[in-house]
C-alpha cells in the first residue's frame, strides 16, 4: 500500500471516529441533560461528589 493511501485512510477513520464521538455526546446531551444538571446542581455543595459528578459526567459523554 502507497503511504500516501495509507495516511489517507487514516484521516478518513480518525474523522469518522470524532464525527460518531460528537453524535453520541449530542444524543446522550438530548436524552439525558435535563437529569444531568439536575444531578450536578444538587451535589454542588460538597467538593468531593462536584469532583466525582464530574468523571461521571467525561465518561457518560466521552469528551
Known sequence: MNGSVFFL?????VA???W????VRTGVEWAYGNVLRQRLRKTLGDPFMVALMGVAM???LQS
Open 16 to 18: 469518522l471516529l470524532l
Open 58 to 60: 467525561a465518561v457518560a
Open 20 to 23: 460518531a464521538t460528537r453524535m
Open 9 to 13: 485512510h487514516m484521516a478518513g477513520s
